[in-house]
């Protein structure tokens, strides 16, 4: 099952903090973080597992909450280089496919 | 080191006509990942191997998609026939951790265009 996205569109203005949720309906071995520009391939920006870690890189992290399934990325004092859509993909606890959900399209203006 | 190479970019064919999308992974990874974008599906798996074998093609749409993987550094992708809501950009996609899933690097993707 394709996880849910939320919201599916933001538009933010250059500093501003944004957060982009994913929930899925079944239990996760892991939750996969890409973005994508327009015309370009996805590229990765983070993997979180299973024991509800929080992950950071730079002013972008995340968090895994196993219990309820969901995973929230966390974009903090955005910048014009941040805009694109943003993608989450799940693995359930088989340790199978990665699933990705709708997308969520980030804008930041200046 | 080279990405994920993929070809052709684009492909603009008849609807009926076969269509076939290459794919070679990034050297030492053991997975390889086919997906589909499409405005209203989004990034949908198709099929993807471990060390060169199908793992789960439970995404293939239909019969008229195969995919072969005959060693570790070239894949391919058919249509036949192929038809207009094939329309779709093709990503392929490789990773080193197996059924693990660690992180994908992504190709340029093939935009197939479908008249």
């Known amino acids: 099952q394709q996880p849910v996205q939320s919201p599916q569109a933001v538009i933010l203005r250059e500093g501003e903090d944004a957060v982009i949720n994913c929930s899925s309906s079944?239990?996760?071995?892991?939750v996969h973080w890409y973005r994508q520009k327009h015309g370009e391939a996805p590229v990765f920006l983070m993997i979180?597992?299973?024991?509800?870690e929080q992950k950071g890189h730079e002013k972008i992290s995340a968090s895994f909450n196993e219990k309820k399934q969901q995973s929230s990325l966390y974009l903090t004092a955005s910048q014009l280089s941040y805009s694109g859509t943003y993608f989450c993909?799940?693995?359930?606890?088989?340790?199978?496919?990665?699933?990705f959900g709708a997308g969520t399209i980030l804008r930041v203006k200046s | 080191d080279a990405g994920v190479i993929q070809s052709p970019r684009h492909e603009v064919t008849e609807m009926g006509q076969e269509v076939t999308l290459r794919c070679k992974p990034i050297?030492?990874?053991?997975?390889l990942f086919w997906y589909r974008q499409t405005m209203m599906r989004g990034l949908e798996l198709l099929i993807y191997?471990?060390?060169?074998?199908?793992?789960?093609d439970s995404g293939m749409p239909e019969d008229r998609f195969s995919a072969k993987m005959p060693n570790a550094s070239f894949s391919t992708l058919k249509i036949q026939p192929s038809e207009p809501r094939d329309s779709a950009v093709y990503f392929c996609?490789?990773?080193?951790?197996?059924?693990?899933?660690?992180?994908?690097?992504f190709g340029e993707g093939s935009r197939l265009t479908v008249l």
């Open positions: 079944k239990a996760l071995y892991s």
């Open positions: 993909g799940t693995q359930g606890e088989g340790r199978n496919k990665l699933v």
């Open positions: 191997f471990n060390n060169n074998v199908p793992i789960d």
């Open positions: 979180l597992l299973k024991g509800g």
């Open positions: 050297s030492g990874h053991n997975s």
């Open positions: 996609a490789s990773s080193q951790q197996g059924l693990n899933t660690g992180e994908l690097f």
